[in-house]
């Protein structure tokens, strides 16, 4: 009988490798940046993640995310995902139970409640609202994306961004601590053995460091951080795309 159990749950986690592509799946890396507004060094550096193989965890086909560093906005750096009718779902070991992440069949107005633990370790929530719906294509690869922003002025969590079906929020992959800094925002790489590589600002390579030390700091005509130093807020544009904190 445990023979057969055993036979049983590999083809479950084998099924879940040759579907087109469950989140995390064929050694699936991402590369985010990490801004550091306040302290030193000041620079945005990258922060890589990385998935584990398949394996079982309460009796579903789970997978590892790994995030190589904590600059202390999240309340962990290992996270437990599964996917099930194209929803990812992470768990929260506070609650012991999967709370959605992502769903990709999200219609425009939908609202979405995000979890995550706070500072003292509880379960929080967050209401998004989605409000745009596309498709784009990644190396040849067509997937779904939508647009998430705040139902509330007030929220917890910072994770408004765009969702990229298979790969995750552009913003970073899980909620973090809103008030916090230094955070990590934007991503700049992904990558697996079926999709390729991913990257999204040609002049940013995926493991570069980018160091705040002038006035007026552009690489390649096309990243421009100004003004520094500041006193309340600077901007960040990358390809014309401007971010300020």
């Not at 079982?56 to 962990?76: D, E, K, L, P």
């Not at 003292?120 to 647009?147: A, C, E, P, R």
């Not at 765009?162 to 800094?181: K, Y």
């Given at each position: 009988?445990?023979?057969?159990?055993?036979v049983f749950l590999c083809?479950?986690?084998?099924?879940?490798?040759?579907?087109?592509?469950?989140?995390?799946?064929?050694?699936?890396?991402?590369?985010?940046?990490?801004?550091?507004?306040?302290?030193?060094?000041?620079?945005?550096?990258?922060i890589k993640v990385t998935?584990?193989?398949?394996?079982?965890?309460?009796?579903?086909?789970?997978?590892?995310?790994?995030?190589?560093?904590?600059?202390?906005?999240?309340?962990?750096?290992?996270?437990?995902?599964?996917?099930?009718?194209?929803?990812?779902?992470?768990?929260?070991?506070?609650?012991?139970?999967?709370?959605?992440?992502?769903?990709?069949?999200?219609?425009?107005?939908?609202?979405?409640?995000?979890?995550?633990?706070?500072?003292?370790?509880?379960?929080?929530?967050?209401?998004?609202?989605?409000?745009?719906?596309?498709?784009?294509?990644?190396?040849?690869?067509?997937?779904?994306?939508?647009?998430?922003?705040?139902?509330?002025?007030?929220?917890?969590?910072?994770?408004?961004?765009?969702?990229?079906?298979?790969?995750?929020?552009?913003?970073?992959?899980?909620?973090?601590?809103?008030?916090?800094?230094?955070?990590?925002?934007?991503l700049r790489c992904y990558?697996?053995?079926?999709?390729?590589?991913?990257?999204?600002?040609?002049?940013?390579?995926?493991?570069?460091?980018?160091?705040?030390?002038?006035?007026?700091?552009?690489?390649?005509?096309?990243?421009?951080?100004?003004?520094?130093?500041?006193?309340?807020?600077?901007?960040?544009?990358?390809?014309?795309?401007?971010?300020?904190?």
């Amino acid at each position: 009988m445990h023979k057969y159990l055993f036979v049983f749950l590999c083809l479950i986690i084998f099924q879940e490798d040759i579907k087109s592509q469950p989140f995390g799946a064929n050694n699936a890396t991402w590369h985010y940046s990490l801004y550091n507004y306040f302290f030193p060094p000041l620079n945005i550096s990258p922060i890589k993640v990385t998935s584990s193989p398949a394996f079982i965890f309460n009796g579903f086909s789970c997978r590892n995310i790994y995030v190589n560093n904590n600059a202390g906005c999240m309340a962990n750096t290992t996270y437990i995902v599964r996917e099930s009718n194209d929803s990812v779902y992470y768990y929260l070991p506070s609650s012991n139970q999967f709370v959605m992440l992502y769903n990709y069949n999200a219609a425009i107005g939908d609202t979405q409640s995000i979890y995550g633990m706070d500072i003292s370790g509880l379960d929080t929530s967050i209401q998004m609202v989605v409000t745009s719906i596309g498709t784009t294509t990644i190396n040849g690869s067509l997937k779904k994306t939508y647009d998430i922003t705040y139902a509330s002025p007030s929220h917890y969590f910072d994770f408004a961004g765009t969702v990229i079906e298979d790969i995750g929020n552009t913003f970073f992959l899980f909620p973090q601590w809103g008030f916090c800094d230094p955070i990590i925002h934007e991503l700049r790489c992904y990558e697996d053995s079926l999709i390729g590589l991913y990257q999204v600002y040609s002049n940013l390579p995926c493991d570069s460091v980018v160091w705040l030390t002038s006035n007026e700091f552009a690489l390649n005509d096309n990243i421009l951080i100004s003004p520094n130093p500041f006193n309340n807020e600077f901007s960040i544009a990358i390809n014309n795309k401007s971010f300020k904190k």
